[in-house]
């Protein structure tokens, strides 16, 4: 019997021990749609919180929670009803639809499938000889089309709008920078975070919670003046880095660049100073939460796969079963988002730059005879003057002739130079309006959970038994400590130990009671499910000189202290925020080695 892959394991025990599993089984399911059960769903909310507070509560940033339905022209105006497509390709037998740049990149030594047109990739598929997955009919031959990946829906009955349920959470913060803007006062840099549900009708949703359709995001955009504002690096210079640049991929002898996040945004490996602060703090925050650092990176993106609205991009990676996963993306985005929402929408997109002094500056100015455009053009004629004005500010030399063109709705309008009033006027100004350009750092918080799960995945041999455990980090497991009283028949052990569970959860840890089976099954089954600490409450804790104590095994090293009662909230809570070790613990009081 072949020895199970890595995600195998992981799936099994994801399952068995309620971290997710497929959706609608009683129905037959659907693939990319995943339920999380207890455990999962605790983990998971633990990593979200662990990521508010590192990125809005310690950056000082803004949080809201926008609908996950838009209407059609916020989508128009993003770009992605044109720009949002994979690559299909679909089985003339059995008509099953496959992503054609994941067929290759699994049959060939091509990493970067997605950078190839609709056309290469047909030849490659049909150069490797490629067969469907499903049947084994040849695909050589098929058309390979852009398929986009976004979920259509109605908004309303009848005559309803159309509206579509949101690739990414990122618009919902751009629609709403003219009123959020006014929440920061105006004030460049500042930052806006969202954590929520994003949709995309994958072609081929595989690996688990990897690639599915329906996931979570949590994203920050940073709002910054391009000509004014810097991030501080100080916090983050030292920071240690993985980095796999562009330049590197694509050289015959290419190789990672080992280096720091000061010496990477130094010597232009990393070109924006900002998107270097973020993967500096994205290192740290994932090494905290427990993403094993020897199996992890942050690729820079080749020209090919870059997003539309982005002009550079960073991916940190992680491997697994090996594989590299994007788990999350670092991308500068510049004005496109907020220019484009600007020329589609009647709002504001920029902001004030006040100046240091006010400026006198010559401007060129219109004030156009509506007595004339009016019976001349009739309605379109307030549409005429919006586009003088703007003509004169753009090309002042276009009222140098006798006669002005100008474009209204696809239609041309000429107008005598002279009806425009056009002249050319001196204007003190305290500031002007900028657009700012945006930095996006874009985490997947289901891909961070199975990364958590794979790198946590631990095998040993305890007491000549195997055992399997889930080494999480306490910031993260969904349970902080499990309680048993050694055994169940006598009632001043299960009376403590309950007393011991109400304390706990009043101080805010998450406890789980267990008073069933062996005391050595009980810790099996809370490593398993990866809970750090255990509590054993025994008779020996009870009969002693002083205070009541009971002992804390630790789940990886299975180490056991003896600890007082009334110090345990206090300890696990310490640990829980990163402020203690356990081997700080193990220090301080009684080690217990046989228990």
Request: hydrophobic share 35%; proline share 4%.
């Amino acid at each position: 019997m072949a020895e199970r892959t890595e995600g195998e394991r992981l799936t099994e025990l994801a399952k068995r021990r309620g971290y997710y599993f497929g959706s609608s089984d009683a129905y037959g399911g659907v693939a990319g749609f995943y339920t999380y059960g207890p455990q999962g769903a605790a983990l998971k909310s633990n990593v979200e919180d662990a990521w508010r507070d590192r990125f809005a509560v310690q950056e000082g940033n803004m949080e809201i929670d926008a609908p996950t339905i838009m209407p059609e022209p916020v989508f128009e105006a993003s770009g992605h009803l044109d720009g949002f497509d994979d690559m299909l390709v679909e089985c003339a037998e059995c008509g099953e639809s496959h992503r054609a740049d994941h067929l290759i990149e699994d049959n060939s030594d091509l990493e970067d499938a997605e950078t190839l047109s609709v056309e290469e990739a047909a030849e490659r598929i049909a150069d490797l000889g490629l067969v469907c997955p499903n049947c084994g009919a040849d695909l050589a031959g098929q058309s390979v089309e852009d398929f986009n990946l976004m979920f259509e829906t109605n908004i309303g009955p009848g005559s309803s709008t159309a509206g579509y349920l949101r690739p990414e959470t990122a618009q919902g913060i751009f629609v709403e920078f003219p009123r959020i803007k006014e929440y920061a006062r105006n004030r460049l840099p500042f930052g806006v975070t969202q954590v929520g549900r994003a949709y995309r009708n994958e072609i081929s949703p595989r690996k688990s919670i990897v690639r599915t359709r329906e996931f979570t995001q949590a994203e920050l955009e940073q709002f910054v003046d391009p000509e004014r504002d810097e991030p501080d690096l100080s916090s983050v210079e030292d920071v240690e880095v993985l980095l796999y640049p562009a330049d590197e991929q694509q050289a015959d002898d290419g190789d990672y660049v080992e280096t720091t996040i000061g010496a990477a945004v130094e010597d232009g490996i990393v070109a924006n100073a900002w998107v270097g602060y973020f993967l500096g703090v994205a290192q740290e925050w994932y090494e905290r939460i427990g993403v094993d650092v020897d199996r992890f990176r942050f690729r820079q993106h080749l020209p090919g796969e870059l997003a539309h609205y982005s002009s550079d991009c960073w991916d940190a990676e992680s491997e697994v079963d090996g594989d590299w996963i994007e788990i999350a993306g670092f991308s500068y985005r510049s004005d496109y988002d907020l220019s484009k929402h600007a020329e589609h929408a009647d709002e504001d997109f920029t902001v004030f730059r006040q100046y240091d002094e006010p400026k006198t500056v010559e401007r060129a100015v219109v004030d156009p005879d509506m007595s004339v455009l009016g019976p001349e053009f009739g309605g379109a004629a307030g549409g005429v003057k919006q586009a003088l004005e703007t003509l004169a500010e753009r090309d002042p030399d276009a009222f140098d002739a006798d006669e002005v063109t100008v474009e209204v709705d696809g239609e041309s309008y000429a107008v005598d130079t002279d009806v425009t009033n056009f002249a050319v006027e001196e204007q003190t100004e305290s500031g002007e309006h900028v657009t700012p350009h945006v930095v996006e750092p874009s985490f997947g918080v289901d891909r961070t959970v199975y990364t958590l799960l794979a790198h946590a995945y631990e095998e040993d041999e305890v007491d000549d038994e195997e055992r399997t455990y889930l080494s999480l980090a306490p910031a993260v497991a969904p349970r902080d400590v499990g309680v048993f009283p050694l055994v169940s028949n006598v009632d001043e052990l299960v009376d403590l130990a309950e007393d011991i569970v109400d304390d706990l959860r009043t101080a805010g840890l998450s406890v789980f009671y267990d008073d069933s089976g062996s005391i050595g099954r009980r810790y099996r089954r809370q490593d398993e499910v990866g809970t750090p600490f255990c509590i054993t409450v025994d008779r020996d804790g009870l009969e002693g000189d002083s205070e009541t104590t009971v002992t804390i095994r630790e789940r990886d090293s299975g180490r056991q202290v003896r600890v007082p009662v009334d110090a345990l909230a206090a300890e696990l809570e310490s640990v829980r925020a990163d402020d203690r070790t356990f081997a700080d613990i193990a220090a301080e009081y009684e080690e217990v080695t046989n228990a």
